[in-house]
């Protein structure tokens, strides 16, 4: 079974898998596992990059749709990660316990539209008519970045549940 690279493997792997993870960063669990694939790694990265930091939805609007899809998902390592960015871009407690019921009371229609959205790409594979017509409040880069937001940590999650990878301790750190 695969398991994440320590920070002494990938040193010996090549340098620019190094560049790419950065070697003064702190290691994650996901980047290590990945990096059991350096050309996987070198495709992935820039992705990641612009979903990660360059994504073009609001960053509460962002972490709901990774916080429901880990949720769905049943992804430990994902939800660790952002309850903690969740709680920095406002997210509560409360809001938090509400992403993990099926059918929530929200209060906020942006935050059911980012969960429908989360939703309907886990249940259907695609975004519904009415769905897409209200994310049209984002534009046609938002759009974009909703879908490829959920199917990135979709695919992240499917890769951590099936090596069975444990959350990292710096999750507490962050």
């Known amino acids: 079974m695969l398991r994440p690279l320590s920070r002494s493997e990938i040193d010996e792997i090549d340098d620019t898998t190094n560049d790419i993870i950065g070697r003064s960063r702190a290691l994650l ?3 290590g596992l990945v990096a059991n ?3 996987l790694l070198k495709a992935y990265w820039p992705l990641r990059e612009h979903v990660v930091n360059s994504n ?3 960053p509460r609007c962002h972490e709901l749709l990774i916080l429901r899809i880990a ?3 049943d992804c430990a390592y994902e939800w660790e990660h952002h309850v903690i960015r969740g ?3 406002g997210i509560t407690q409360q ?3 509400e992403i993990r019921k099926i059918d929530g009371s929200w209060r906020c229609t942006t935050d059911e539209l980012m969960v429908m959205c989360a939703d309907e790409l886990f249940d259907k594979t695609a975004l519904g008519k009415e769905t897409t017509e ?3 409040s984002y534009g046609k880069k938002g759009i974009l970045d909703a879908i490829m937001t959920v199917n990135i940590y979709r695919t992240l999650a499917n ?3 099936t090596f069975e990878v444990n959350a990292d301790d710096l999750a507490l750190e962050h």
């Open 29 to 31: 669990n996901i980047h």
């Open 37 to 39: 694939h350096p050309a």
């Open 56 to 58: 073009s939805l609001p």
């Open 71 to 73: 949720f769905r998902m």
């Open 87 to 89: 709680k920095k871009v």
């Open 95 to 97: 809001e938090l316990d």
């Open 134 to 136: 209200t994310l049209n």
């Open 159 to 161: 890769m951590l549940l």
